[in-house]
């Protein structure tokens, strides 16, 4: 890059790094008497995370916070049920193996490729089971990437439609798993990630669009009803497993996709600013 070349700046999505380089002259250029170009102006930081994307929810609480929130959030694209498939391939990609994902309840990391419907394949778990509040795969809730994780479909259908609680029996191709008849424990690594996605689904869907308000509550067996459980639990969990690496990862590729992001990936502090 020459003298009078400006520097490229690189830009991740809303958190931007900006690098900028001193431009070397060379000592000879002193000792013919040619002068050094002026030094460029150093650029200023872009704003932080929370100045620009979550700016609206800055010092709330409670209800005011949840509302915030959910105005931000809603600003998002919206992806087809096929669509999720691909998208699954790029937000759960083994960051050890770029060709395969990593399954949510079982942990196994399997090949992209090896999606669809059979015992053995990998298929388009919906952490916030569709059924309750019956919104299926529709645009919006059924097709939010920030709930949809890959997983075995024996898992899968294991899971079922069950709320979110401590206890059962071990879930076979899931260790750590567990499940009972009204409910489903997580393996311990990612007990967080799905209190998370719980309450983003919470927040971001709140009657509007022509779908349920989905809300959580302290019960399971919630049924059909758009709620899911449970959040005495769900809180725990959010407490005992912060975001690690992966997550936070999934969240900065979500917000690439679907131009909205998991606040509580970001903060997760505002669970108990809201669920007090």
Known sequence: MS???RQRRWRRPVLSIVAV????????AYASGVQPPPAEAET?????LDDTYYEGAL???????KGALH???SEQTKLSYDEVWDALKTTDEDPENPDNVVLLYSGRSQAKGDNGGDADDWNREHVWAKSHGD??????PGTDIHHLRPEDVTVNSTRGNLDFDNGGDPVDEAAGSRVDGDSF????EVKGDVARMILYMAVRYEGGDGFPDLEPNDRVDNGSAPAMGRLSVLKQWNDQD?????????NDKIFGIQKNRNPFVDHPEWVAEIWK
């Open 21 to 28: 380089a001193a431009i070397a002259v060379p000592t000879a």
């Open 59 to 65: 010092g709330k609480t409670g209800a005011e916070l």
């Open 71 to 73: 105005t931000i959030i």
């Open 135 to 140: 919104f299926g795969t529709a645009t919006g």
């Open 44 to 48: 200023p930081a872009a704003a932080p």
């Open 185 to 188: 424990e997580p393996r311990a």
């Open 242 to 250: 912060p975001p690690d690496a992966f997550e936070k990862t999934r």
């Open 3 to 5: 003298a009078h070349q």
